[in-house]
C-alpha cells in the first residue's frame, strides 16, 4: 500500500469512527439513562430530548473527531524529523487529548442547558469514554503516521495484540 | 572465478582501503568472493592499521543478515593470513636476510658493490625506505619460497585445483620502497610458481605513479625515502615495464599532475597516516574494473577527467547512484541512528520516539559487538570520504564536503542531505525516517541488525 492509500484509508477511518462514535454515544446514552433524563427536564418528552440530545453527540463528536484529524495532519504534513530531538511529539499528542477530553465534558456542559436539556454524571463519563477514549485515543493508535506511530500511550501493547490476531 | 587482491607497501594498502569501501558499497562488478592479502615490511604502518580496521570490520559485516538481494556488503571478502605478509621479519637487516656479506667470493663483492653498506645495516622494520633495489632483493628471496608459499600461492593452486580460474590485482607505488619492488617481483613469482595453471590465472596490476610529496623533519642520516627520487624511480620504473609487457595482463597507469603535500612527514610505522586521496580511489576503481572484465583480455587503460582543477562523478567511472545511496545510508546512520542508539543505552531516551527501533532493533542489543563495529566503520566511512573531498586545493564535485564532518561523523547542514551529490533528490532525512517505519517484505532470512541495516539502505534509495 503506497503513502497516499494509506493517507486516505486513516482520513476516512477517522471520519468513520468519529460518525460511529456519535452512534454509540448518543444510542448508549439514550439507552441507559434517556428517560429518566427526559423526565426530568422540563417541557420534555423522551422524543425531544432523544432530538436535542443527537444535535449534543454530534456537536460533540465532530470536535472530537477534529482533534483526532488535527493530530494526524499535523503527525503526517507538518513534523518533520531531521533531528532526533524531533521525534516522539508526545507532549503535542497529550495536548490535543487535552483538548479532546476538554471537548468531550465541556461541550455538554455548556450546550446542554442551551438546548434546555438536562444531563447527569452517567453522559459525561460515557462521553469521556466513547469520544476521548475511543474518538481520540484509539483512533489515534490505529491511524497516527507511522513516523510517529507509538507516540499514543500503550500503542504499541493494543497494536501488538491486533497484529497478533 | 575468485578474486585476489594485494597490496603491497603503504599506497598498496590505502588503495585497499579504498577497496574496501566500494566492497561495502556494493561496488564491485559481480559478487564473486575477494580474496584479500597485504605485503608489507612495516606491520606497524599507520595506513595499513587503518585498512585493516575496515576490512575486519568488513569481515564482520559479512555476518550480517542482510539477503542476497541487495548490493549491500555483498562482495564477501576473506583475508589471506598472515595479514599483513612481514617478508623481513623483525629486526632484520638486508646482510640478515641475504647473507650475501659472509660470502668472501664473487657474490659478496657484488653484493657489497651494489649495496652501500646503509643500505645493508639499516632496520626494515619501517619498509625499504624507498629503496625498492633492497625490496626486491628480499622479496624475491622470502616470497618465492617464505611462509607465503604455503598461503597465498597454495590457496590460489588450491582454487585453480578445485577447476576455478582466478583473477589477482597487486597495487602499490612504482615511485617508493616496497611497492616498487613488489609489484614485479610478486607477479612475477606468481607468474613462475603458478606456471602449471597459465591458462587459468590473469594478473592485473595498478601501477601508482608520484602523487604526493613530503619535506623530511629532523630525522638525521637515516635511510629514507625522498620525494625527489620519485620522479627519477618512476621513469625507470616504467621502463623497466615497457620492456616486460608479459608482466601484468592488465596494466593500469594511475597518477596525478599535482602532487599533493602531505602534512605530517613519517618514515613509517603508526605515524604514518596520510590522508586518502582520490588517485587511490582511482586505483581501486581499475581492480573493479579488471575483475568485471573477461579473463585474459589484453587491456591498458587510460583515463583522464574532463576538466584540470575539478573532479565530478562524470569522471569516475562507478555507478554514482550506488555511491551515493551508500553515502546517504552512512549519514542517516551517523545522524540519525547512532545518538538514539547512544541514548537508549544511557536511558535518556524513551523507546517510543524511534518506532524503527521498536520494530527492527526490539531484540537487538544496542551494545553488541556487531552494532559497535557498524558505528566505527561509518566513522571510519565518513573520515576517509572528507579526506577525499578536501585534498590537494582542487574541487571535488562528489559528495558535497559542506554537508559533513568528520571526527565524530556528523551532518552540519540538513538541507545538503536531499543533494549529497549536488543533485537535489527527494530523499530528505524526514523522508529516510519515514521510510523506515514502512512496512518492507524482505526475505525471511533477513533478521537482527542486518535487516535493520538492510531497511535503513533501501529508505535510503533516490
Not at chain 2, 653484493?111 to 632496520?123: H, I, K
Not at chain 2, 612504482?174 to 590465472?201: E, Q
Amino acid at each position: 500500500m503506497n503513502r497516499t492509500t494509506r493517507t486516505v484509508i486513516k482520513i476516512f477511518v477517522i471520519a468513520a469512527t468519529a460518525i460511529g462514535c456519535i452512534a454509540a454515544a448518543y444510542y448508549v446514552g439514550s439507552l441507559v439513562t434517556g428517560h429518566a433524563l427526559a423526565t426530568a427536564s422540563d417541557n420534555m418528552n423522551y422524543s425531544r430530548w432523544q432530538e436535542k440530545f443527537f444535535t449534543l453527540t454530534r456537536a460533540t463528536g465532530l470536535l472530537n473527531g477534529l482533534c483526532a484529524l488535527g493530530w494526524f495532519i499535523a503527525a503526517r504534513f507538518a513534523f518533520t524529523v531531521d533531528e532526533v530531538p524531533g521525534a516522539g511529539k508526545r507532549i503535542f499528542w497529550a495536548g490535543i487529548c487535552a483538548a479532546s477530553a476538554a471537548i468531550a465534558l465541556g461541550v455538554p456542559h455548556v450546550y446542554a442547558p442551551m438546548l434546555g436539556i438536562k444531563l447527569n454524571g452517567i453522559i459525561f463519563a460515557l462521553f469521556a469514554t466513547i469520544f476521548t477514549g475511543a474518538g481520540f485515543w484509539l483512533v489515534t493508535i490505529f491511524t497516527t503516521p507511522l513516523a510517529f506511530k507509538y507516540t499514543p500511550p500503550l500503542s504499541r501493547e493494543v497494536l501488538k495484540l491486533f497484529s497478533r490476531r | 572465478m575468485s578474486y585476489y587482491f594485494i597490496s603491497i607497501g603503504g599506497t598498496g594498502a590505502k588503495v585497499m582501503e579504498s577497496l574496501t569501501h566500494l566492497c561495502i558499497a556494493g561496488l564491485l562488478p559481480n559478487d564473486e568472493r575477494l580474496y584479500i592479502a597485504a605485503i608489507d615490511p612495516d606491520v606497524g604502518n599507520g595506513n595499513l592499521e587503518r585498512t585493516s580496521a575496515a576490512l575486519n570490520n568488513f569481515v564482520a559485516f559479512q555476518n550480517f543478515s542482510v539477503g542476497n538481494d541487495t548490493p549491500l556488503f555483498k562482495n564477501k571478502i576473506s583475508i589471506v593470513r598472515p595479514f599483513p605478509f612481514n617478508p623481513t621479519g623483525h629486526d632484520k637487516t638486508l646482510d640478515d636476510l641475504t647473507e650475501y656479506h659472509q660470502h668472501s667470493t664473487g657474490v659478496g663483492k657484488l653484493y657489497a658493490a651494489l649495496y652501500t653498506r646503509a643500505e645493508r645495516s639499516v632496520t626494515l622494520n619501517e619498509g625499504f625506505r624507498g629503496h625498492p633495489s633492497i625490496g626486491a632483493a628480499v622479496l624475491a628471496k622470502n616470497f618465492g619460497d617464505g611462509s607465503n608459499r604455503t598461503t597465498l600461492t597454495a590457496q590460489i593452486e588450491k582454487l585453480i585445483g578445485e577447476g576455478d580460474s582466478v583473477k589477482i590485482f597487486l597495487a602499490g607505488s612504482v615511485f617508493g620502497g616496497t611497492g616498487a619492488a613488489g609489484l614485479p617481483t610478486v607477479a612475477r613469482l606468481l607468474r613462475d610458481n603458478l606456471a602449471d595453471y597459465a591458462d587459468r590465472i590473469s594478473i592485473g596490476g595498478a601501477l601508482i605513479l608520484p602523487y604526493f610529496s613530503f619535506t623530511p623533519t629532523d630525522i638525521g642520516d637515516e635511510l629514507f625515502a625522498r620525494s625527489e627520487n620519485f620522479l627519477p624511480n618512476t621513469k625507470a620504473a616504467l621502463k623497466y615495464y615497457a620492456d616486460r609487457e608479459n608482466l601484468f595482463d592488465a596494466t593500469y597507469l594511475v597518477g596525478d599532475s599535482v602532487m599533493t603535500a602531505v602534512k605530517d612527514f613519517s618514515v613509517g610505522s603508526a605515524n604514518q597516516r596520510n590522508e586518502a586521496h582520490i588517485v587511490e580511489l582511482y586505483a581501486a576503481l581499475a581492480a573493479a574494473d579488471f575483475f568485471a572484465q573477461p579473463t585474459k583480455k589484453k587491456i591498458f587503460k587510460y583515463i583522464c577527467r574532463h576538466e584540470r582543477d575539478k573532479f565530478s562523478w562524470n569522471d569516475l567511472p562507478t555507478s554514482r547512484e550506488r555511491f551515493v545511496q551508500f553515502a546517504r545510508f552512512i549519514f542517516a546512520y551517523v545522524h540519525l541512528v547512532k545518538p538514539v542508539l547512544n541514548n537508549l543505552v544511557s536511558g535518556e531516551a524513551a523507546a517510543y520516539k524511534y518506532p524503527w527501533f521498536v520494530d527492527l532493533l526490539g531484540g537487538v542489543k544496542v551494545t553488541d559487538p556487531d552494532v559497535v563495529n557498524f558505528s566505527f566503520y561509518a566513522e571510519a566511512f565518513a573520515a576517509w570520504l572528507k579526506q577525499l573531498e578536501t585534498f590537494g586545493g582542487r574541487e571535488i564535485f562528489l559528495i558535497d564536503p559542506a554537508a559533513f564532518e568528520s571526527n565524530p561523523a556528523r551532518i552540519v547542514d540538513k538541507k545538503i542531505f536531499s543533494a549529497l551529490d549536488g543533485v537535489q533528490s527527494k530523499i530528505t532525512l524526514h523522508e529516510v525516517w519515514y521510510r523506515l517505519t514502512e512496512p518492507l517484505k524482505l526475505e525471511s532470512s533477513v533478521t537482527g541488525f542486518g535487516k535493520f541495516l538492510r531497511r535503513l539502505y533501501e529508505a535510503c534509495a533516490a
